[in-house]
Structures are given as structure tokens and as C-alpha cells.
């Protein structure tokens, strides 16, 4: 089901009753980029640690936007019936400093070939804004100094002032016109800049894009801006403002267990978009995360130890352990997978594949993490499994896994939110020494070894370099392809050895 902006706020007291009632929240994200080109050094290294990649990362978040947020509310009763939910979101501009975000051309065309809408995102997104945003809101709405950020709402406001102006300077006092096709936050906006320019005027909203203005006297103004109407109108404002924020406010309230894959990109956007910029340190953010989001489960982290502990194919993408999950007979001996079935006027999904529509990505990943949960459940067990297990019992299999968020290409393995990221546990460092080839840089000595496999290189002096694999098999390729050549002797990395700063204490 899509959600824009226009039918937002009347999905909002459904979506709080289901998320209530809720298993469990699955998520997914479309971003307008993922790695700024233009930072240096701004790509994956298998060389960062946690908090060198949290740098990074919180760089690229700060750049980019989101434009899409699949929901998919997950709730159990003896099947799991889920309501999938797609939001177009766009950056709140009513009333705070004007947002400027990066498109990566990459991103865009990668959605486009996936028929992702544009349109519905700059024209129905809905705003959204974090705690920062929100206070210097509330400021401006107590002290009346209103700004119109972008040049398009000028353009609103102005037609709107040159209406009522016109109109007012023969008006008696009482009279009313009306103010037609103001299409949502315009409704709200033009309140409060006409109330500002104009001491004698006073509005209030009809529905159906309509706004009527009153004139009156500076005393009768004086009583209404006091009165509880006016009370509720800021209220209406700040609910209108923060958007989707509400809703995230909704599912932190809740702390219903919240499933992503590959979700660390999607908790910093959560964390800097909805409740407060990213801060400078890298625990500080794994404090908020913990406290916002007791309960963490990355698919990608749980279907690895799937992988290892059934006879289940290596594939790498969400859609393809989805698929490998509903047609492989992984579970000869234990019962059927839990039935998954999806609610009336969200069932597009069961019978078409959108892939990279967020909605669609969030079912597959709560549908992966429920068979993934039961192929566990049936290996832990002697006893036999009930053919519908609650979700409650799928957490206790699942308990090693909670709160251990994939980590792509780095330091560790995983990201620990509720303790201390676990020790690295990779192939040996190599150590690349060149004889006889002056001036090697960085990305040659890359382009030497792609040809084999994959490595990050990185320079440890001035004819020496250190490479990183995530592949056993590739350290030992390498090893022996290289044992005789004669300008590039490749060895295991000894810290004692060929650390710089220990050869140097040694001399």
C-alpha cells in the first residue's frame, strides 16, 4: 500500500493500532545515494574499524536523503499476517532552514530501472523532520517570526497575499472569502504568513484545499490568537510538520523488535533523519540506536549462520535467500515453514515481484527472517515443533543474532548494539615487498592482484604494501602464485616484523 503525504495523517491511528499488535517491524530503505564520490577515502575499506566506518558512513548519510521507506508490520495469530506499507518521504521546508541534499546519478538511475516514481516523491513525499528541526520550529511559532524557505512556496504565498490584500481594503469587518486549491502545508503556510503581514485577518482551514480568511478587529484578533482553537491550530502545525516523524515516535514507543538487512546505513538515516543528527562519536550512536531500538535483527547476520549450520546454498542477495527459502527442501523431517499471508489491499506483492520498491524488500526481509528462524528452531530441538510457533519462541534461536548488525567489508564481522563489537576474525594480512619496480602506487599494485582476486591495499612504506582479503582462499592464491616472482615477494603480515614503528624502536 502507498502512502504520500496527502492521505498521511488519516493512515496514522491504524498504523499505531497495528503496530501495537505487532510481532515485529520489518524495514527498508531507497536513498538518494549511498557513498559520496566527492569525499576522499569515502569507499568500504576491509582496513576500517567500526568507528572509522561510522565516520565515513555518517558523512555520506549527512549528504544524502531518503525517498522511500517501506514499513511492513508483521503480526502473529496462529499465521502472520503482514500489511506492507510504502512512504514516499520528502524533507519537511514548512517554517525551518531550507534542506539541501546529493543525488548520486548512479542511485537515480538504479531506481529508475526499477520504476521507482519521482514524481510521488517531490510532489506527495512526506515530511519529516528530527528533534533539532522541531525545536527551532516550535521557536519560530511562539515568537511569530515565520520564514518561507523555498522559492516555490514565495510564489504560493505571494499569489495568496496579493488575494487577500486586494480584497481587504474594501472588506467590512466579518466578512470572509475564501482561498482555493492550497494543496497540503500550503494550507498551513499561508496561515501564518498572512496572520504575520496582516494584524486585521484571521483564518481557518475548511478542507478540500480551502482556506478561509476573516477580517477582524486587532481586539478580536488578540482573543482568538489566545483562545484554545488557536492552541490546537499549533498543535496541527507541528503534527503536519513532523510527518513521518510521528510515526517513528509511533514504533520507538512500541519497542516492537525491529528487522532490517544490511540495516546500518538504515539506522544512522533513522537516527539523523527522525530523532537527532548523528553524533561525532561512534558509541554515542550505538547508545541512541540501543535505547531508540531494544531489540535489532539483521537478516543478513542471522542468514549467514544459516548458511553454516544447514545444507543452504551461498547466495548473497535478499531476494535470492528468499527465493532459495521457499522452493528448497530444507527441512525434509520438520514441519512446513509458518504461513505468511498478506492482508487485504496489500497484496500486490503475492503476485508480483517489485524488487527495490521498499515495501516489497521490507516483506521479503520479515518473510526471510521467520523461515530462517524456523530452520533454526527445527535444528535446536529434539522435540517436535509446533507447525505454527509464535514469534517469541523464534527470538530464543534467534538470541545469539539480536542486536549484531552486518558490518560489509570491514574490520569485524558484525556491529554489536547492545555490548562490544566482537574481535576480528579474517584471513592473515599480507605484506607486498617490491624489488626493482620504483614508483608502484596504491591502485597499480590493485590492478596487479584484481586479475587473482579481490584485496584493499594499503601502502605501509615506501616500497612495501599491506593486503587485505575477507577470502582464505585468496591469501593462499596469492601465496603461492607469487612465491617466485621476481620483483613482488608476498609474505604473511608479522606485526613484530614489519610494523614501521617497531622496526623503528628496534633500530
Request: glycine share 4%; proline share 5%.
Amino acid at each position: 500500500m502507498e502512502v504520500g503525504a496527502e492521505g498521511f495523517a488519516r493512515s496514522l491511528p491504524r498504523l499505531r493500532r497495528r503496530i501495537l499488535r505487532a510481532a515485529f517491524v520489518a524495514l527498508d530503505m531507497e536513498f538518494t545515494g549511498l557513498h559520496s564520490t566527492s569525499l576522499q577515502n569515502n569507499e568500504p575499506s576491509l582496513f576500517d574499524s567500526p568507528a572509522e566506518r561510522y565516520v565515513k558512513a555518517k558523512q555520506s548519510v549527512q549528504r544524502f536523503t531518503l525517498v522511500q521507506l517501506g514499513k511492513d508490520i508483521f503480526s502473529f495469530n496462529f499465521r502472520y499476517m503482514v500489511h506492507s506499507y510504502n512512504f514516499f518521504l520528502f524533507p519537511s521546508t514548512l517554517g525551518i532552514r531550507d534542506v539541501e541534499f546529493t543525488l548520486s546519478a548512479s542511485s537515480i538511475r538504479f531506481l529508475s530501472h526499477y520504476g521507482f516514481d519521482y514524481n510521488k516523491f517531490l510532489k506527495d513525499g512526506i515530511p519529516y523532520m528530527n528533534e533539532v528541526q522541531e525545536k527551532s520550529l516550535r521557536q519560530h511559532l511562539v515568537a511569530g517570526t515565520w520564514k518561507v524557505c523555498s522559492n516555490a512556496d514565495r510564489e504560493v504565498m505571494k499569489k495568496a497575499i496579493d488575494e487577500v490584500t486586494s480584497w481587504i481594503a474594501t472588506a467590512k469587518e466579518e466578512d470572509t472569502m475564501i482561498l482555493q486549491d492550497l494543496n497540503g502545508y500550503y494550507m498551513l503556510e499561508v496561515q501564518l504568513v498572512l496572520r504575520q503581514a496582516l494584524e486585521n485577518v484571521w483564518m481557518e482551514p475548511l478542507g478540500d484545499k480551502k482556506v478561509m480568511v476573516k477580517k477582524v478587529s486587532p481586539e478580536r484578533r488578540q482573543l482568538l490568537e489566545n483562545s484554545s482553537y488557536e492552541h490546537c491550530q499549533k498543535k496541527l502545525i507541528l503534527l503536519f510538520a513532523r510527518g513521518f516523524t510521528n510515526l517513528f515516535q509511533i514504533l520507538v514507543k512500541a519497542k516492537k523488535p525491529l528487522v532490517g538487512h544490511n540495516m546500518l546505513m538504515d539506522l544512522m538515516h533513522l537516527h539523523d533523519k527522525f530523532y537527532r543528527p548523528l553524533p561525532e562519536s561512534y558509541e554515542e550512536f550505538k547508545r541512541n540506536i540501543h535505547n531508540l531500538f531494544p531489540v535489532i535483527i539483521d537478516t543478513k547476520t542471522v542468514t549467514k549462520s544459516v548458511q553454516k549450520k544447514c545444507l543452504f546454498p551461498r547466495v548473497s542477495s535478499l531476494s535470492e535467500v528468499y527465493a532459495v527459502l521457499c522452493s528448497s527442501n530444507l527441512n525434509p523431517k520438520g514441519p512446513p515453514c509458518p504461513v505468511i499471508a498478506l492482508a487485504s489491499g496489500c497484496s500486490r506483492y503475492a503476485e508480483k515481484k517489485c524488487p527495490h520498491e521498499a515495501g516489497y524488500d521490507a516483506f521479503l526481509c520479515g518473510s526471510v527472517l521467520l523461515m530462517s528462524a524456523h530452520l533454526l528452531l527445527c535444528r535446536s530441538t529434539d522435540d517436535a515443533v509446533k507447525a505454527e510457533p509464535s514469534f517469541s519462541q523464534y527470538l530464543t534461536v534467534l538470541a545469539e543474532h539480536v542486536n549484531k548488525v552486518n558490518f560489509i567489508r570491514g574490520g569485524v564481522s558484525s556491529i554489536n548494539f547492545s555490548g562490544e563489537d566482537a574481535p576480528c576474525r579474517r584471513p592473515p594480512a599480507l605484506v607486498v615487498h617490491v624489488r626493482g619496480w620504483p614508483g608502484l602506487t596504491e591502485r597499480e599494485i590493485y590492478q596487479e592482484f584484481k586479475a587473482h582476486c579481490r584485496f584493499d591495499v594499503r601502502r605501509l612504506s615506501k616500497n612495501q604494501f599491506i593486503l587485505l582479503s575477507n577470502k582464505y582462499k585468496h591469501v593462499r592464491l596469492v601465496l603461492r602464485d607469487y612465491r617466485n616472482n621476481p620483483h613482488l615477494q608476498v609474505s604473511v603480515y608479522r606485526h613484530w616484523r614489519h610494523s614501521p614503528s617497531v622496526n623503528c624502536l628496534l633500530q
